[in-house]
T-cell receptor, first 114, second 116 residues
Framework: NAGVMQNPRHLVRRRGQEARLRCSPM?????VYWYRQLPEEGLKFMVY????????ESGMPKERFSAEFPKEGPSILRIQQVVRGDSAAYFC????????????FGQGTRLTVV | AQTVTQSQPEMSVQEAETVTLSCTYD???????LFWYKQPPSRQMILVIR??????QNATENRFSVNFQKAAKSFSLKISDSQLGDAAMYFC?????????????FGKGTTLSVSS
């Protein structure tokens, strides 16, 4: 049973370009969370999605950031017109159901904006 | 809003010795979960140990144990017989249990170095 798969592991974008980060949850998991980790910081919650629905996006910046989790395929975190401050590690976690179940993390995508 | 505080940015320990990492949190909830995650240089977040707030008994996983003081809102991690492979960033995290899809709230982490 493969774990949570994120790709790419490393992504370099120039200022103003778009970044697309992908997350395939573990088999049987229908809940996905995205977190951002700035240098020397802990992970900060961004958004929580179920299949085809955004449930909680309270941690997501209001502009340039969007997320989706379509019926088929991976969850996508999209950052438009990237700026240097977007440079961070972005982690995805998935869980089988809500409540008292463990969330499993992917290895993250390191985004560098140059 | 809930917060998690790790007051030790860095800690060091010698192989085979014991080290304790501190964590305090703030919440008005009575039922919640607390976690310790390990993040080695590979960046993979690895769950080390989990504690349910309604359980008074401290959780233990092999060489890892916690000291959970609910009244003091303290949740420290003790690593016994430290090994070189324990060197990593350690994050304390909190999660409500009563809200569907509630995210984890992390502290800023403690970098643990292990010397031989």
């Amino acid at each position: 049973n493969a774990g949570v798969m994120q790709n790419p592991r490393h992504l370099v974008r120039r200022r103003g370009q778009e970044a697309r980060l992908r997350c395939s949850p573990m088999k049987g998991h229908s809940h996905v969370y995205w977190y951002r980790q700035l240098p020397e910081e802990g992970l900060k919650f961004m958004v929580y999605l179920q299949k085809e629905n955004i449930i909680d996006e309270s941690g997501m910046p209001k502009e340039r950031f969007s997320a989706e989790f379509p019926k088929e395929g991976p969850s996508i975190l999209r950052i438009q017109q990237v700026v240097r401050g977007d440079s961070a590690a972005y982690f995805c976690a998935s869980s089988r159901s809500t409540g008292n179940t463990e969330a499993f993390f992917g290895q993250g995508t390191r985004l560098t904006v140059v | 809003a809930q917060t998690v505080t790790q007051s030790q940015p860095e800690m060091s320990v010698q192989e085979a010795e014991t080290v304790t990492l501190s964590c305090t949190y703030d919440t008005s909830e009575s039922d919640y979960y607390l976690f310790w995650y390990k993040q080695p240089p590979s960046r993979q977040m690895i769950l080390v140990i989990r504690q349910e707030a309604y359980k008074q008994q401290n959780a233990t996983e092999n060489r890892f144990s916690v000291n959970f003081q609910k009244a003091a809102k303290s949740f420290s991690l003790k690593i016994s017989d430290s090994q070189l492979g324990d060197a990593a960033m350690y994050f304390c995290a909190y999660r409500n249990t009563n809200q569907a899809g509630t995210a984890l709230i992390f502290g800023k982490g403690t970098t643990l170095s292990v010397s031989s």
